[in-house]
């Protein structure tokens, strides 16, 4: 068979789809809410409502610099870009989705944990793996926050925490050499090591915050303390 498709390759007759280049997902938690965040002082969060979605972009661009055939999907928590932008007054959740439309992504939208890794359950077709993971959104060290400080100050309501990832997604979706990365704050305290251990591949976290500055900058998140994983 192996023998065969090589010839069909060599006469012009197969051509290998560019669902073979594999698939990357990119989930991205939501922001924080203003009123909430001018009650902490320094300890305040998102003064820019993109600070994931811009991350995300990033991110999206250097794969397809690198990879032009990848297939990303883009996993966003979509109800604390909707709180947010009444807060704003602007309407943020069409401006991703044209975000997503110009870079030729799949945009899914969620709106809770469960949703989420559903999503990511959803993401592989066609006995695609997943080759890359990566999260931008707020976290501690033991889960993904992915409404942090927008409906309750200070706290997360919808989480995905590090002792449900084996039972909540699957293992078989990733590809044996996947590359993971969590741009969430603290991650490589814990969460690194039981995605390992749910997944039988390393995630990059940080062992101190994340900052997002750098986005701006058209950069990834930059890290107070070690990358480990």
Known sequence: MKNMMRLLMA???FALSPLAQGLEVILAGGVALRSWENYRGPSAH???????????????????AKKPNERIVWIVFRPSYITRGKENKIDYIPKIRETAGKLGVQLVYVDSADAAYAAINKAPRRGEKINSFYYFGHSNPHAFMLDYSNDIIGAST????ENDLAAKIRRDIF??????????CYTGQSMSAKWKAAFGVPMWGNTESTRYQPVGEGKLPAGAGRWVR
């Open 11 to 13: 006469a012009g007759l």
């Open 46 to 64: 998102d003064n820019w409502w993109a600070n994931f979605i811009r991350a995300s972009t990033v991110q999206i661009g250097i794969t397809k």
């Open 158 to 161: 919808q989480w995905m925490h």
């Open 175 to 184: 590809a044996p050499d996947a590359e993971c990365w969590s741009y969430g």
